[in-house]
């Protein structure tokens, strides 16, 4: 939903592909240390680079519903 409403802002082409490409890529790298049995410390920090670009995108649509940007 945050990447939807996100797209919504009419961000510019170059930073929605670099947060949904960078959301998907974290995601899968923590599957994949998860399907491997990584460390924890690994997974969590796949974990949180695609939390803080989810935490971005949606401050930036917050943002944009109050006319900020």
Same mark, same amino acid.
């Given at each position: 939903? %945050?990447? &939807? @409403?996100?797209? /919504? $802002?009419?961000?510019?082409?170059?930073?929605?592909?670099?947060?949904?490409?960078?959301?998907?890529?974290?995601?899968? %790298?923590? &599957? @994949?240390?998860? /399907? $491997?049995?990584?460390?924890?410390?690994?997974?969590?920090?796949?974990?949180?680079?695609?939390?803080?670009?989810?935490?971005?995108?949606?401050?930036?649509? /917050?943002?944009?519903a109050?006319?900020?940007?």
């Open positions: 939903v %945050a990447g &939807f @409403l996100f797209t /919504l $802002t009419n961000p510019s082409l170059l930073l929605a592909q670099a947060l949904l490409y960078g959301y998907v890529a974290s995601r899968l %790298a923590h &599957f @994949l240390a998860y /399907l $491997t049995a990584q460390t924890h410390d690994m997974r969590a920090t796949f974990w949180t680079i695609g939390s803080l670009i989810l935490i971005f995108m949606t401050g930036n649509v /917050l943002l944009a109050l006319g900020v940007v």
